[in-house]
């Protein structure tokens, strides 16, 4: 069972909650863990896993990128530019004027996002005269 002191919080973890709070869980209540809340969908049978901590999304993501090779495999192997901009990744995402609705085709929607990802990276201050454009990619 998690404790609580007047010092700090102790850990409440996955296990504790699937043993001691099932039943919650079951009825579809969101119930917090010390790094997730964790939530059942009893009509479609998922379990959805909200992060609450910041440091563990960061290294998710990590892991995540270095799998699918989006990241190097040794931190060291990018340029303090290229950790610059991984860092600011969310300030690219929020500047972006994404282009709305489903009338567009998949080629002009992919048009229309590099272009928004573009002018948004430029708006922050990103030097982008090295990047690669789609086509130069696809070449490499």
Request: aromatic share 12%; proline share 4%.
């Amino acid at each position: 069972m998690p404790c609580w002191t007047e010092k700090a919080e102790c850990e409440t973890s996955l296990h504790w909650l699937f043993t001691y709070k099932f039943k919650e869980l079951c009825a579809g209540q969101r119930l917090p863990t010390t790094y997730f809340d964790i939530r059942f969908y009893p009509g479609v049978g998922t379990i959805h896993f909200y992060p609450t901590n910041k440091a563990v999304i960061d290294r998710f993501n990590r892991l995540v990128g270095k799998e699918r090779q989006w990241l190097p495999q040794d931190d060291a192997q990018a340029s303090k530019a290229f950790w610059k901009q991984y860092d600011s990744a969310e300030k690219v995402t929020r500047k972006m004027d994404v282009p709305k609705g489903r009338h567009y085709s998949d080629s002009d929607r992919d048009e229309k996002l590099i272009a928004a990802h573009l002018v948004a990276c430029e708006n922050l201050g990103f030097d982008m005269s090295n990047m690669l454009s789609c086509d130069e990619r696809a070449a490499a």
